[in-house]
C-alpha cells in the first residue's frame, strides 16, 4: 500500500487542483511534478543509494535541457535528440564524478558546487551557441508525428518517460550494482575490502543519475519553451537535493513525494497567503517564511522523508 501512497496522493492533490485551478493548470503542474520525479530519481541514484551529495544536478539537467534545446531547433528528431540530451547528462555526471577517485565527504560535495558553476558559466560564455543569458526559445516537442503542445499531452509524455525510468531504477537498485552502491553508502572502507570498486560505483551512480537529469532537463526544456543558464544555477542543485530528502532519500518513492512538494507547496503557500487578512499577506518575506516553516515541519516529522519506511527493503521501493 505505501508503495501506492504517492500515487494515490498525487491523485488527490490533482482532483484539488482541479476543483480549484481548472483542468488546464493542474495537468500542466502534473506535467512538471512527473518531470521533476524524474530528475529527483537521479539525485535518489546518487544520494540515496550511493551517499554521494551532489551539488551540481542542476548543470545535469541544464546541459540535458541546451542540448535538447540546439537539437530541436536543428529539426533533429525527438527520438534521436531526448537519448542525446540524456547521454550528454551521462557525460556530465562522469566528469562531475571524477574528483570522487581522490576525494570523499563535503571535498567532494564542494568539487560537484565547483562542477555546476563551471557548467553555468560555460553556458554564458558560449554565446555563439547558447545565445548567453539571452537563453534560448524551444519549440514544443514533436513525437511520432504529434506535437506535445498541450498540457495533457506534456503531462502524458512526462508519466511515460517516468514509468520507464521508475522501472529502469528498480531494476538497477535490485541488481548486484544496487548492493554495491549501498555497501559504499554504508562504510567505503569495508566495501573495498569486500572487493567493490569504489571509485567505479559511484562513477556509475553518477552516470546514471546524470543520464536521468539530462533526460528531465531535455523535457523541461520543451515543457517551459524557454532555456536561460540562471535557471540550472546553484538553486535548482540545491532544490532537487531538497526533493529528494524531503520525499525520502533512500526511496524510489521518494523522488515522486518530493517532487509534489517541491512543485505545489509554492503555489499552496501562494494560495493561502491570498486568503490572509491584507495586513499580513503584505508583510514582505510572509510567503517564504511559511514555506520554510511547512518545509521544517516535514523534516520532523518525517525525519526519513515522506516515503517514510524502517524496514531493510526501504532501499527497493
Known amino acids: 500500500m505505501r508503495a501506492w501512497a504517492p500515487l494515490v496522493a498525487g491523485v488527490g492533490l490533482a482532483g484539488l487542483a482541479v476543483w480549484g485551478l481548472g483542468v488546464d493548470y493542474a495537468l500542466a503542474q502534473a506535467a512538471f511534478v512527473l518531470t521533476w520525479a524524474i530528475a529527483g530519481l537521479g539525485v ?5 543509494q550511493c551517499g554521494q551529495i551532489s551539488l551540481g544536478q542542476g548543470a545535469l539537467l541544464g546541459l540535458g535541457a ?19 540530451a540524456a547521454g550528454l547528462g551521462a557525460a556530465g555526471g562522469w566528469l562531475a564524478s571524477l574528483p570522487a577517485r581522490r576525494l570523499g565527504g563535503l571535498y567532494f560535495a564542494m568539487s560537484t558546487l565547483a562542477f555546476a558553476l563551471i557548467v553555468e558559466e560555460g553556458l554564458v560564455r558560449a554565446e555563439a551557441l547558447t545565445h548567453g543569458a539571452a537563453g534560448l526559445a524551444v519549440p514544443p516537442l514533436a513525437l511520432a508525428g504529434r506535437v506535445a503542445d498541450t498540457s495533457a499531452a506534456q503531462a502524458l509524455v512526462s508519466g511515460a518517460v517516468l514509468a520507464l525510468a521508475w522501472l529502469a531504477c528498480r531494476r538497477w537498485v535490485r541488481s548486484r550494482l544496487g548492493r554495491a552502491w549501498r555497501a559504499v553508502r554504508e562504510d567505503e572502507v569495508a566495501a573495498a575490502a569486500a ?23 531535455a523535457l523541461y526544456a520543451h515543457w517551459i519553451g524557454f532555456v536561460s543558464p540562471e535557471q540550472f544555477g546553484l538553486m535548482l542543485s540545491f532544490e532537487l537535493l531538497m526533493l529528494a530528502f524531503i520525499g525520502g532519500a533512500r526511496h524510489l518513492a521518494g523522488a515522486l513525494w518530493g517532487a509534489l512538494v517541491v512543485v505545489a507547496l509554492p503555489q499552496g503557500v501562494s494560495l493561502a497567503v491570498e486568503r490572509l487578512p491584507p495586513d499580513i499577506a503584505g508583510a514582505a518575506g510572509i510567503e517564504t517564511l511559511l514555506f520554510g516553516a511547512v518545509l521544517v515541519a516535514l523534516v520532523l516529522l518525517r525525519p526519513a522523508g515522506l516515503a517514510g519506511g524502517d524496514g531493510a527493503g526501504a532501499d527497493r521501493r
Do not use: E
Not at 535518489?44 to 540515496?48: M, P, R, S
Not at 569504489?198 to 539530462?214: H, W
Open 66 to 84: 541546451y542540448a535538447q534545446a540546439l537539437l530541436a531547433l536543428r529539426g533533429v528528431p525527438a527520438p534521436l535528440s531526448l537519448p542525446l
Open 195 to 217: 572487493g567493490i570498486d569504489v571509485a567505479r560505483a559511484k562513477t556509475q551512480a553518477f552516470v546514471l543519475g546524470g543520464g536521468l537529469s539530462g533526460l528531465a532537463g
Open 44 to 48: 535518489i541514484l546518487i544520494a540515496g
